[in-house]
């Protein structure tokens, strides 16, 4: 039969039985009786590794794996009197978590969001004496806008912040943004799924990853029960994209039956720390036109660039529609920023947003229906969002302090990247990029075989079994290349260069060197 | 072949082709040739109806629904000078958000998350005079147990603000509860996501869910693509559960092979605002224990109680263990609370906890890879979390401000709740429980057959046409009953108490007289 119109929501249900239906009441024995012989034992457990979501257990997470679950334990034994480890801090460059080192909060920001919190503040005469006028005034407009912080917003986000980002936008690229096109989420992250949950349909649906990535793609592309389709970087050339491989991937994909939905590319890249020149974006740009998939830009470290300048996909999808007129029209782009990077670093804060380009409108509202079931993204996190986009000008009483912090900040993970960069090219078997962007440095390393077999004997990987022998013994957790996937026979970590100062750099250097002498 | 190291986590990759495969520079020209006849026209685009996730695509969620954005558009068109509308505000009774009506946040709590966001103010003469003793002490000894709210916190949340929760949970139910079993979420509504896409494994895994429900886990359940398996509160006894009934349910959900993996309970309850006794409570972890199924105790409207006390089901469980030794050990028991609901009412700050009892630590252990790669829950609103579990105790600075901003907001509620009760009991053919618990009243109305004509000839549900009449002619927004399931036959509609005076009231009164009027 049918479900009932009460329940015609539910994927599938079971006959809704009326209260009544059954008169006698249960007990231990009636309910034996009537249960199948297979009722369980009292120590059986409903919820089983066997039972339990199986696309889960497939997902790998090595960002917070089992070298970051080791770090905190080490960490907890510093604190005993007699630790006897050879180290004295634990180094998390395992995780971009800028504020976890030391970099300081943007002082506009957080006396904005100090004032949101408690507005009582903007009636008195004492923090008058404590806040920037224009602190004040963004903090006036923000309520006027928003009411209270503690109300759910649209779930899209408030209006005036969408527009505030729209602006940002158009004044990044060159081209006109629509605040209809933006949707606040709390962090990228949680935009990626929500985008991810919209468009995958099951092991048909592909979406091409890089390799190395940030494993937020293929983790929840494996939840999804979608084909994550592999594109290598190009070591060879400071892992930039190769087109017409790309294309030949693409090719292959569509031949073997599977549905090309998207593409994900990360610029500046996470976690090689290299950056798309304006051809290779055309060419991607290209691709999704030619081929129909949707391009998934991540960018969050758009202000993390150390070479050249950041150029948005959105810009160069602008580009090349005004310049081939028609040629471009159907290109679906989806852009992402956040607070947690760049100069801003409030990882904590969840902000940031997603900006949709050129998709079909009832898509949108299917992506609309998702986010708005989890209500709102946090609203503390969407004024956050609404300040980096809008920081103060020249002439505003905060801009001296903010102009000095900001720059302070760049300047401090520009030298801390070259220090660690130098050090990389000191290490015997170690190659590494000069890093362009990002907050992260991926070298090659070239382990000795004596040093494969162990790992292999240990059954871990060989790059796995590096990283957990240099944080035994110096405490710096870096996230080995295999958590994000790389060529064959080839090795790699992840270390973030947030770390301030050399004696960590140090210990690593030493440790490789007693390292390649232990195994070679 | 099997896929390479580098990509063994993907749920299903296609080989990894290196770059160089192909050495000829594609052309679009080349492209066209190589790809199959199905190369898409310019106008065709990847994401489409038909192409995304048909799961997400029936989900239903009508909270914020067809209701809601005409209500939004209503509000746009009060703005216009001659809107001719028959009312001049719209309220926003769909939704439970305090803060979007009067309700104003507890000022301690709002201090202390001020002082987190500038920590400079703990170093400030003047804001000493701004923020009493305990606010500062508390800000304090938070930021040293986090370092920086812009950082990053463990995926679980931050262990002192677990601490803290489990120390409250004890004080609550009379017994120890472990920070280890607490996970702190932004809001309950993620919380609710986590451990749904934990337990579902496909079509096969049924949970239980009330009809009349809160719609998150019809269309959570729908996304996942698992089975809802409704069993009906019963109206005739307050919305109570009935026993027997929901025991013939499961027997019947068992014997048809779907496999009952959990059961959500909602108490105090959205929508219908009843509450449950102990010994109901305890009818359902029999239950549980019997057929071996997890209960989602949803328990956020747990300070919303209006008669009686709240008894959680952790209390009541571990009263069975206690009593019945061995009997109940094995089961799972998830818990929710949150920081949107009660006298905190801070929806947009997106706080709140799930406590576990009884789950397998290796189910765990993939919950928490579930979450760490979402990162962490705004640390703010773990802050809050924190605020509310540990508020200002007798004695200290903030306790009498707090105590009168805490009974004011609950004697509103409690006023507001019976103002709109005496209202339905003057309505013709609307009957509606006392008001117990939580923020809504859920009042059955019998439409007539006119009525009922006119709505199937627009294709609506009845109650959802009576719902927009309402809305149409007095502005206030409600939600239909046909939103959160209800039995064949009958009609309700689902509202907040929380809007302030009687003159919406009244509209609605004079609005029902007029509906029945038209269409008997």
Redesign the interface.
């Known amino acids: 039969m049918p479900p009932?119109?009460?329940?015609r929501?539910?994927?599938?249900?079971?006959?809704?039985?009326?209260?009544?239906?059954?008169?006698?009441?249960?007990t231990?024995a009636a309910?034996?009786r009537?249960?199948?012989s297979?009722?369980?034992s009292?120590?059986?457990?409903?919820?089983?590794?066997e039972?339990?979501?199986?696309?889960?257990?497939?997902?790998?997470?090595a960002?917070?794996g089992r070298l970051a679950i080791r770090a905190?334990e080490l960490r907890e034994k510093l604190k005993e009197k007699n630790h006897k480890l050879p180290f004295v801090e634990v180094v998390n460059a395992n995780?971009g978590?800028?504020?976890?080192m030391d970099q300081q909060?943007i002082?506009f920001f957080?006396?904005v969001?100090?004032?949101v919190?408690?507005p009582?503040?903007l009636e008195?005469e004492?923090?008058a004496?404590?806040f920037p006028i224009d602190a004040r005034e963004r903090a006036s407009v923000l309520l006027q806008e928003i009411?209270?912080?503690?109300?759910?917003?649209?779930?899209q986000g408030v209006p005036y912040i969408r527009q505030s980002i729209a602006n940002f936008i158009a004044a990044r690229d060159g081209f006109s943004a629509d605040p209809g096109d933006i949707y606040l989420a709390?962090?990228a992250?949680?935009a990626v799924?929500s985008l991810m949950?919209?468009?995958?349909?099951g092991?048909k649906?592909?979406v091409l990853i890089p390799?190395p990535q940030y494993?937020?793609y293929?983790?929840?592309?494996?939840?999804?029960?979608?084909?994550?389709?592999?594109y290598?970087l190009?070591e060879s050339t400071g892992w930039g994209t190769?087109?017409?491989?790309i294309?030949?991937?693409v090719?292959?994909?569509?031949?073997?039956g599977?549905?090309?939905?998207?593409m994900v590319v990360i610029n500046p890249c996470n976690p090689t720390g290299s950056s798309l020149t304006a051809a290779k974006i055309k060419d991607i740009i290209?691709?999704a036109?030619?081929?129909?998939?949707?391009i998934l830009a991540d960018e969050v470290y758009q202000t993390n660039i150390y070479e050249g300048e950041f150029l948005s996909f959105k810009r160069m999808l602008r580009e090349l529609q005004r310049d081939f007129p028609?040629?471009y029209?159907?290109v679906?782009l989806a852009s992402l920023h956040s607070t947690s990077k760049g100069m801003v670093?409030?990882?904590?804060?969840?902000g940031g947003y997603l900006e949709l380009v050129?998709?079909?409108p009832?898509?949108r509202e299917?992506l609309y229906?998702?986010i708005?079931?989890?209500?709102?993204?946090?609203?503390?996190?969407q004024v956050l969002t609404e300040l980096m986009v809008n920081p103060p000008k020249e002439g505003d009483e905060s801009y001296p302090l903010y102009k000095k912090e900001y720059d302070t900040i760049y300047t401090a993970l520009r030298e801390r990247a070259m220090t660690l960069f130098d050090a990389f090219k000191e290490m015997e078997g170690v190659r590494c990029q000069e890093p362009k962007g990002a907050m992260y440095l991926f070298p090659t390393i070239t382990l000795p075989a004596k040093a494969i077999q162990e790992a292999q004997r240990l059954n871990e990987?060989p790059d796995e079994f590096y990283c957990l022998q240099l944080l035994e013994s110096t405490g710096v957790c870096v996230v080995p290349g295999?958590g994000f996937?790389?060529?064959?026979g080839t090795f790699h970590f992840r270390t973030t260069f947030l770390a301030p100062g050399k004696e960590y750099v140090d210990r690593m250097l030493a440790f490789h060197k007693e390292f390649l002498e232990k195994f070679s």
Do not use: W
């Open positions: 009932p119109p009460s329940v929501s539910f994927a599938s249900t079971t006959e809704v039985v009326s209260p009544g239906a059954s008169s006698v009441r249960t231990a309910a034996a009537n249960a199948p297979s009722v369980p009292k120590l059986r457990k409903a919820i089983t590794l039972s339990m979501n199986q696309h889960l257990r497939k997902a790998d997470y960002v917070r905190e995780i978590n800028p504020q976890a909060p002082t957080r006396q969001l100090a004032l919190q408690y009582a503040l008195s004492a923090a004496t404590i009411g209270s912080v503690g109300a759910y917003s649209q779930s709390g962090g992250s949680s799924s949950t919209t468009i995958c349909n092991p649906t592909g390799v494993p937020l293929s983790a929840t592309l494996t939840i999804e029960n979608a084909t994550a389709v592999p290598l190009d190769d087109t017409a491989y294309a030949s991937v090719r292959q994909t569509i031949a073997s599977v549905a090309l939905k998207a290209s691709l036109a030619e081929y129909c998939f949707m028609g040629k029209d159907s679906e670093g409030e990882c904590g804060q969840r050129g998709f079909d009832e898509v299917e229906k998702l708005s079931i989890s209500l709102c993204p946090v609203v503390t996190g990987e295999s996937g790389q060529k064959d």
